[in-house]
């Protein structure tokens, strides 16, 4: 059985870097070995719930500016599978979520850094699916919870984001975190793992600094999706915690 994944994707630079979070991406990848992943990405945003549906090869979307040109240069050649999809959306059907398929979009660096990272030799099929970053809290984990027990079938689940994530508070050359950035992570590792779903549906009105954490939602929501996927009986686990430049969170959790 294989759990659900919170993971940060943090910057395109963890695709070339050599970290410690890089070097935790890379053991996670030998620790589960999934017959296919399913991952949510906070590049990819629609109101109605997308998946990708194909059992080509994607394309590789470079869908950010000023960076290295080693970085433009990486393909990730997964490919991904029209039949786990056409599963994933009776999944959704049955929990009452609107779905639609998309043959066309590649995979944005929401999914593939760290995919790179984790599974190198991009060989395991991948679909990816769409968030909507202003559904309430409850909805993104009924969205998830459309998913509970896939696992069991040998599928990993990813919610990929990040729990703090405020561009205007990076402190560019800064190798300590931000107080106020790790006291927002602080409240949310105690709720999550209290299960203390009432409340962490409430994050915006009762975490501490939530508003300079989450200034927008796109990053955050993935969260809720994981959680929701994640078995209600398994202890959620923090498999990483770390900053760079000064605030943008590597928390990742497990449920």
Not at 71 to 76: E, N
């Amino acid at each position: 059985m294989l759990p659900a994944l919170f993971l940060a994707h943090g910057s395109p630079m963890l695709a070339i870097e050599q970290t410690d979070y890089t070097q935790f991406l890379e053991r996670l990848g030998q620790t589960f070995k999934p017959k296919a992943i399913v991952i949510f990405s906070a590049h990819w945003e629609s109101e109605v719930q997308s998946i990708s549906s194909t059992d080509g090869v994607y394309e590789t979307i470079h869908d950010f500016y000023g960076f290295p040109e080693e970085l433009y240069a990486i393909r990730y050649p997964a490919k991904g599978s029209v039949q786990l999809a056409e599963r994933l959306a009776e999944m959704f059907a049955d929990g009452g979520i609107e779905v639609r398929k998309d043959r066309s979009r590649g995979l944005d660096h929401g999914s593939w850094t760290l995919l790179h990272r984790m599974y190198p030799q991009a060989d395991i099929p991948v679909i990816q699916l769409s968030v909507h970053p202003f559904l309430p809290p409850e909805t993104q984990f009924n969205i998830g919870a459309c998913l509970r027990g896939i696992g069991d079938q040998g599928i990993l689940v990813i919610g990929s984001g990040v729990t703090v994530h405020n561009l205007r508070e990076l402190k560019w050359e800064q190798t300590t975190s931000e107080p106020w950035a790790v006291s927002f992570d602080d409240w949310l590792v105690e709720k999550v793992q209290a299960k203390d779903w009432d409340n962490l549906f409430r994050y915006a009105e009762l975490a501490p600094y939530a508003g300079m954490a989450v200034p927008r939602p796109e990053h955050f929501v993935p969260l809720f999706i994981a959680m929701g996927s994640g078995s209600p009986q398994a202890e959620a686990k923090v498999l990483h915690r770390s900053y760079d430049l000064g605030t943008l969170s590597y928390l990742c959790l497990q449920f």
